[in-house]
DNA sequence: CCATACATGACAAAAATTGTCATGTATGGC
DNA sequence: GCCATACATGACAATTTTTGTCATGTATGG
């Protein structure tokens, strides 16, 4: 029940975009430097943001990666969704294939509850609201 | 981010147990069967829910284990915690050793506000809520 | 055309999860 | 006391997930 590297990772690499103006483009072996991502790793990873279209990215000399979307209306849920997948905190809550329960267990109607208020707390902050407090001294 | 099969067990065989009257003691085998968890592996389980207090072992013939406490003062994180250890969204969540940033960094406090939010809803309800709402047809 | 930089999939090491099994200990009933 | 029943515990192992590395290919600016 915890965050992955992965998502850690990619929250550390969309605080040094964020901290950019936005449309700023850098290369991933700078946001490797300074969010301190192993730059391999950091490809895949930004692969999967890429895919979510969290980050634009741009191929070719002075290619780099960027925000795709202003920080304004990129949430934390946005950026952790994109690199873990959707949240289910448990897996009956995936559907109600997997659990025939769904609709008269009780333990799955809490399971429920809790997952609504976790996610409505990493939706409710954006990488605006993140990037305002977290400075970047190089 | 997901409830293991660990937890999952535990919950299932606490529900089994929770739908006898207090002080009832049943075999490892018979929970097994009813919860559907495997044998050899529940009895790992039942280690640590037993050294978390939250079931009762009783050895030798005629033994078996029982909730140690009655099913109202039991919480579902109770449960969870002793078996998969104590709620960590994040590794940062652990400690002020483990990151430095904790007093200022804006990530750090949503995930705290997060995980509060999260562990409100998982503490809020009992056993015994959940044993009313669940029924073995045996 | 070539240096730079992203794209992607194969591969692999490490860690966590999910079990099994053997050995030991405790207890009730005969 | 003896023995069948049942929990206690730690070693061992299979599987899956996570966490990377690396090679190959593609795109682009100068």
Redesign the interface.
């Known amino acids: 029940?915890?965050?992955?590297n992965t998502?850690?990772y990619a929250?550390r690499a969309m605080?040094y975009l964020g901290s950019h103006p936005m449309g700023t483009i850098v290369p991933i072996s700078e946001v490797s430097k300074n969010a301190i991502v192993p730059e391999n790793f950091l490809r895949k990873i930004v692969g999967l943001l890429a895919k979510a279209r969290v980050i634009r990215s741009v191929r070719g000399a002075s290619g780099g990666v960027g925000l795709a979307k202003p920080p304004e209306s990129l949430t934390?849920y946005d950026i952790?969704e994109a690199v873990?997948g959707k949240?289910?905190?448990?897996?009956c809550l995936m559907g109600s294939h997997i659990c025939a329960l769904s609709s008269?267990?009780?333990?799955h109607s809490?399971?429920c509850?809790?997952q609504e208020?976790?996610k409505?707390?990493?939706t409710s902050?954006t990488l605006a609201?993140?990037c305002?407090?977290?400075t970047y001294t190089t």
């Open positions: 029940m915890q965050l992955t998502g850690e929250l605080l934390m952790i873990e949240i289910y905190l448990n897996q008269t267990c009780a333990v809490i399971w509850e809790a208020a976790l409505k707390v990493l902050r609201d993140l305002a407090l977290t």
